[in-house]
């Protein structure tokens, strides 16, 4: 007898389970189907792209040593909290003309954007983006017509790639992604 109790309260368990395991999966499509998906909108050099009121085109991109990165741009590796121990850098030279006014604009900030390749990710340290961009304007805060050139470093680090991948890395294998969503705003080289 009372091995039955417990196998029907076991039964009642497992249905219980599944039936709320059938509505969390029933919200979870339900939530997933009201964001719309994004749209890639690519820009490569002498191909700019238009987007939230920005045109923006990508005049160059290299990958550098570490070090010499730090030395030429003088850098002090102390006082980067993060990236400052990348063995190298994706380094991209950007120009950003603001062409109309845009209330998206008001929170984008060029320090939020970042690199990937095959799932790969990483931002631009906001510390090195000030070395190196001391003067920068957030884009809200140009005027309409006003053109900015920026670079834009990401660090890169070898445990984060393949040997055959870290020996052969290119700028042509790292898209410098300006944004993700609504729109994945992707600059490449190549």
Same mark, same amino acid.
């Given at each position: 007898?009372?091995? +039955?109790?417990?196998?029907?309260?076991? !039964?009642?368990?497992?249905?219980?389970?599944? =039936?709320? #395991?059938?509505?969390?999966?029933?919200?979870?499509?339900?939530?997933?189907?009201?964001?719309?998906?994004?749209?890639?909108?690519?820009? /490569? %050099?002498?191909?700019?792209?238009? @987007?939230?009121?920005? +045109? !923006?085109?990508?005049?160059?991109?290299?990958? =550098?040593?570490?070090?010499?990165?730090?030395?030429? /741009?003088? !850098?002090?590796?102390?006082?980067?909290?993060?990236? #400052?121990? #990348?063995?190298?850098?994706?380094?991209?030279?950007?120009? =950003?003309?603001?062409?109309?006014?845009? %209330?998206?604009?008001?929170?984008?900030?060029?320090?939020?954007?970042?690199?990937? +390749?095959?799932? @790969?990710?990483?931002? =631009?340290?906001?510390? !090195?983006?000030?070395?190196?961009?001391?003067?920068?304007?957030?884009?809200?805060?140009?005027?309409?017509?006003?053109?900015?050139?920026?670079?834009?470093?990401?660090?890169?680090?070898?445990?984060?790639?393949?040997?055959?991948? @870290?020996?052969?890395?290119?700028? #042509?294998?790292?898209?410098?992604?300006?944004?993700?969503?609504?729109? +994945?705003?992707?600059?490449?080289?190549?």
């Amino acid at each position: 007898m009372k091995n +039955k109790r417990l196998h029907h309260r076991a !039964i009642l368990l497992l249905l219980l389970l599944l =039936v709320l #395991s059938f509505a969390i999966g029933l919200r979870i499509t339900r939530l997933k189907s009201s964001y719309l998906a994004t749209e890639d909108c690519y820009g /490569y %050099p002498q191909k700019p792209i238009e @987007w939230n009121g920005l +045109k !923006i085109e990508l005049i160059g991109a290299e990958i =550098v040593d570490g070090e010499a990165f730090l030395q030429e /741009y003088n !850098i002090d590796r102390e006082s980067i909290f993060s990236d #400052s121990l #990348s063995e190298k850098y994706a380094l991209f030279h950007i120009s =950003v003309t603001k062409v109309s006014d845009s %209330p998206l604009l008001t929170y984008y900030r060029f320090d939020y954007c970042g690199a990937e +390749k095959d799932g @790969w990710r990483n931002l =631009v340290s906001p510390e !090195i983006f000030e070395s190196l961009n001391p003067l920068a304007k957030k884009p809200s805060q140009l005027s309409v017509g006003e053109t900015e050139e920026l670079a834009m470093a990401i660090g890169l680090h070898k445990d984060a790639f393949r040997n055959t991948e @870290w020996s052969n890395l290119s700028t #042509s294998d790292i898209s410098l992604v300006m944004s993700v969503y609504p729109q +994945k705003v992707i600059l490449q080289s190549s």
